[in-house]
């Protein structure tokens, strides 16, 4: 108790050092530098989305124009942004985010005993490099997205190119390469990419054949934009087909002897202020092998669908409600003798952010979700967090971050239940 006690009043006090820090306006990531804007043009408080931020990655890396009163066509996609050269520090961006983290474990050990861990660590969590942006007069963009550093790992997590048709209130894309399924497709509520260090347990929740929806797969996406003057209602429709999974839950790449193809859905409503509503639909497949060195061993391939819908609305430009739901069903064999049996998920999410002032605000978020596998009883997660983000630049390109999360996780096949613990305080350089 006096080593967590000692943690956290350490970690309160760098916190209050960081906050009363003075705001400097320094090195900016690369979209800003090209508009001559502050990250707020696209983000409540970098990384997370407001309307403006999905209309531009809508429209291709293109500015939305704010002169679109319906009195004269709106321009063409094409010719957003021409006036604007091409330059190299306007097209390449750098992230790295440190921290220091406390864990704690405690697993149950299913025959009325339990284990602890605890640790606490020093971290580089992320160095990555990105290359984005629009060839001038023409609908083509780009975006690429390479992991220096994440986790003792590196690679390339997103690498695509985009043609983008049509008008500014009215147009289409084709994209093509390597991209995330989910994140940034839908309104704010179900954006991978929010005010806390990790997405929320709704969207990186991964079933007993290692199904999830944050994974970054090679395929081909299209959707239709709509939007009202001056962008107040927007309406938005995207489908995508990209590789499936192979047995590792990674998506197949060139070397796999598996060919099978998942298809994904997302239907968008932007209104009001800053709220939205979004619905989601995922169906794909995978290479499941059971019993993985078991006497028993033999391999399937299950078929499986996820269905979600998320909304928020933002009162007051203060108080964002966000929520959402996503029911998953998943073909499951115990044996190659018994009948067919399903892993069914019922996930919800509810999160609470309040921006105090411009770059600073307190979140904080609860997921609850049940469980099964029949003939196996419901087994029950809840994952929560509170924290605090703050901008620490006047443009908002760094970033200190602190949050308390906690996740009690059920396994629906071993039945048992671990739950973690986690002290995080992180910096984010955004250049």
């Not at 097209?91 to 406390?102: H, L, N, P, Y």
């Amino acid at each position: 108790m006096k080593v967590r006690n000692s943690f956290i009043t350490s970690f309160l006090l760098v916190l209050g050092l960081v906050l009363l820090m003075p705001q400097q306006g320094r090195a900016i990531p690369a979209f800003a530098r090209k508009f001559g804007v502050k990250c707020y043009t696209c983000h409540t408080v970098p990384p997370a989305l407001n309307k403006t931020g999905y209309m531009f990655k809508r429209l291709g890396y293109r500015m939305p124009p704010d002169d679109m009163d319906g009195t004269k066509p709106a321009p063409k996609v094409s010719a957003l942004d021409k006036d604007i050269k091409f330059s190299l520090t306007n097209s390449f961006a750098m992230i790295a985010q440190v921290s220091i983290t406390g864990d704690g474990t405690t697993t149950d050990n299913g025959d009325g005993t339990s284990t602890s861990t605890s640790s606490s660590s020093f971290n580089l969590d992320e160095a990555a490099f990105f290359v984005a942006g629009a060839v001038p007069e023409s609908g083509f963009s780009y975006f690429g997205h390479y992991e220096m550093y994440e986790d003792g790992d590196s690679g390339l997590e997103q690498g695509f190119g985009v043609y983008t048709g049509g008008r500014a209130n009215s147009n289409y894309f084709v994209k093509g390469g390597m991209m995330h399924l989910q994140e940034g497709e839908g309104t704010r509520a179900a954006m991978f990419y929010n005010l806390f260090s990790d997405p929320a347990y709704i969207l990186t929740n991964v079933d007993p054949e290692g199904i999830s929806l944050d994974q970054a797969p090679t395929g081909v996406d299209a959707g239709y934009t709509w939007a009202s003057n001056y962008f107040q209602r927007i309406f938005a429709v995207s489908a995508k087909v990209t590789n499936g999974l192979d047995a590792n839950g990674d998506p197949i790449n060139s070397g796999s002897t598996q060919n099978h193809k998942d298809v994904w859905f997302d239907a968008d409503y932007w209104f009001g202020p800053d709220g939205g509503v979004s619905g989601m639909y995922y169906r794909g497949q995978k290479d499941q092998v059971q019993n993985a060195g078991q006497d028993n061993e033999f391999t399937y391939r299950p078929n499986f669908y996820r269905a979600g819908v998320f909304a928020n609305y933002l009162f007051f430009d203060k108080l964002d409600l966000l929520g959402g739901y996503v029911h998953g069903n998943d073909e499951w064999e115990w044996d190659q003798i018994s009948p067919m049996s399903h892993y069914v998920a019922d996930t919800y999410h509810g999160e609470v952010d309040y921006y105090i002032k411009t770059g600073t605000a307190f979140m904080a978020r609860l997921d609850r979700s049940t469980q099964h596998i029949d003939p196996q009883p419901d087994m029950h997660t809840r994952a929560w967090g509170i924290g605090m983000e703050h901008a620490m630049t006047d443009r908002g390109n760094v970033v200190v971050r602190a949050a308390y999360n906690q996740e009690h996780d059920g396994d629906p096949v071993g039945l048992v239940g671990t739950t973690d613990k986690n002290f995080m305080l992180d910096f984010r350089f955004m250049w």
